[in-house]
Nanobody, 122 residues
Framework: VHVVESGGGLVQPGGSLRLSCTAS????????MGWFRQAPGKEREFVAA????????YYAESVKGRFTISRDNAKNTVYLQMNSLKPEDTAAYYC????????????????WGQGTQVTVSS
């Protein structure tokens, strides 16, 4: 599975962005998908995940109520809608595919994209 993120950019505090992650391969719909982020000098951290069916979703406490993860298996795409963005959301955002019962760990994912930069600043 090859994944490619898009949709990052510069946004003002309080603004919104939608990230997209498109995956190749016929088995996309059998993978759980996750979004992680990494700020300079910090470890990569979990943001959100969605099960392969698209019903179960998981969020980090820091983004609950502001971010929404969704997927369209017909388009091999997963989305991360980010609202009410804060400067502390600034990071490189990574999409990943995996098949683990634990959705929040970096090691649970086998395939990673190259990342897309999100900068929240006035």
């Amino acid at each position: 599975v090859h994944v490619v993120e898009s949709g990052g950019g510069l946004v003002q505090p309080g603004g919104s962005l939608r990230l997209s992650c498109t995956a190749s391969g016929r088995t996309f719909s059998s993978y759980d998908m996750g979004w992680f982020r990494q700020a300079p000098g910090k470890e990569r951290e979990f943001v959100a995940a969605i099960g392969w069916i698209g019903v179960s979703t998981y969020y980090a406490e820091s983004v609950k109520g502001r971010f929404t993860i969704s997927r369209d298996n017909a388009k091999n795409t997963v989305y991360l809608q980010m609202n009410s963005l804060k400067p502390e959301d600034t990071a490189a955002y990574y999409c990943a595919a995996g098949r683990s019962a634990i959705k929040t760990r970096v090691v649970s994912y086998d395939y990673w994209g190259q990342g897309t930069q999100v900068t929240v600043s006035s």
